[in-house]
């Protein structure tokens, strides 16, 4: 059963706006919490670790932010991960144009709000009323009601607030949800380091990330990086607790690692699912149909690794989920237990 202290805790960080690119009045709210529960935090570009008192035993990382808005005009609003990327030129090749029909219908009517990006400061509120694609700059644009008079370069985050439900919780998860469990890990006696990401969505995190390990890392660099997990239905998501990975579109993972993770999962009863399986799985499908493949996914550890040159290894841990990207994404209870419990012991605490 999930404590009341990690649902009040995942309710509090739920509410708190980190849309990528803006994601500093979060990172002060993390250090509140981290602190209390007795971490040493410090904080770099894009990235904010907290250690405990053996802090090279057990590394953790979880990206932080959420997708949202950016104002960039007056009354015009864009998809922040696109603008905070650098994808807003004019090549007509910077977001494919599939990606961003998706997107388009997923948020009309949902209701926002600014805020201030340092100091998290609330700015007013309005609704998504329609969203397209503009032409000219290859980006999507939303038009909000009620935030008219909202300046250049403000954050627009998506209002939300945690839904417990019988067996499910539900919200923006990705990847407040994580972020939540490392925090929670220091109220347990956590020794290790949790590092805390900015700019994931943007395909930007594994810099800072290795940034730190290049300046501070030692010769066994095994991280693991924590995160949810996609699935098209409930009951796809609920065929395991756990999912796990050999590689992704763009490494191969440590393999010693994660045979680790999948002996615990074995040894304590935790169903599990490898996700380049089950998506090679799904494209043999699409092959026969006569679809493309699509891709086997891109991970923040995936991309430190093809990037680092042997300095950052390990593997990843993530929560299925439904609702993928919207303000109803949800996991199911067990899985979460499941996913806390496997953190603890890997990390001894």
């Known amino acids: 059963m999930l404590s009341d202290d990690f649902i009040d805790l995942l309710k509090l960080l739920v509410r708190q706006p980190s849309v990528v690119g803006a994601e500093h009045s979060f990172f002060r709210v993390l250090q509140r919490e981290l602190e209390e529960r007795g971490a040493k935090v410090t904080w770099y570009e894009g990235l904010l670790v907290a250690q405990g008192s053996d802090p090279m035993s057990t590394m953790f990382s979880a990206h932080i932010d959420r997708h949202g808005l950016v104002c960039t005009g007056p009354n015009e609003f864009q998809y922040a991960a696109f603008v905070s990327a650098n994808r807003t030129d004019l090549l007509n090749n910077s977001v494919s144009e599939e990606l961003m029909s998706k997107i388009t219908e997923r948020f009309n009517h949902e209701d926002v709000y600014a805020y201030d990006p340092w100091s998290g400061i609330y700015r007013g509120k309005g609704v998504i009323k329609h969203a397209y694609i503009c032409e000219f700059r290859n980006n999507l ?34 990847n407040v949800i994580s972020a939540a469990a490392l925090v929670h890990l220091f109220s347990l006696g956590f020794k290790g380091t949790a590092f805390f990401t900015a700019q994931e969505e943007a ?27 996609p699935f098209p239905s409930t009951e796809a998501a609920n065929k395991q607790r756990l999912v796990l990975r050999e590689k992704d579109a763009n490494a191969t993972f440590n393999k010693e690692t994660t045979q680790l993770i999948e002996n615990l999962c074995t040894q304590h009863g935790m169903s ?66 499941a996913f806390i419990k496997i953190l603890k012991i890997v990390s001894n605490t």
Do not use: C
Not at 141 to 147: A, K, P, S, V
Not at 148 to 165: C, R, S
Not at 210 to 228: A, K, Q
Not at 276 to 285: G, L, S
């Open 272 to 337: 599990y699912l490898y996700k380049n399986r089950y998506a090679e799985a799904e494209n043999n499908k699409r092959e026969a149909n006569g679809l493309p493949a699509s891709s086997i996914g891109s991970t923040e550890l995936g991309r430190i690794i093809a990037a680092s040159n042997g300095l950052v290894d390990g593997t990843t841990i993530q929560i299925p989920t439904t609702g993928y990207h919207t303000m109803h994404e949800s996991a199911s209870n067990e899985s979460v237990e």
């Open 203 to 229: 395909g930007k995190s594994w810099r800072y990330l290795l940034e730190w390990f290049r300046r501070f890392g030692g010769s066994t660099n095994r991280l693991f990086v924590v995160d949810t997990s």
């Open 141 to 174: 644009i939303f038009e909000i009601d009620g935030l008219e008079d909202v300046v250049a370069g403000t954050p627009i985050a998506f209002k939300d607030k945690l839904d417990v439900q019988e067996d499910r919780l539900a919200g923006q998860l990705d």
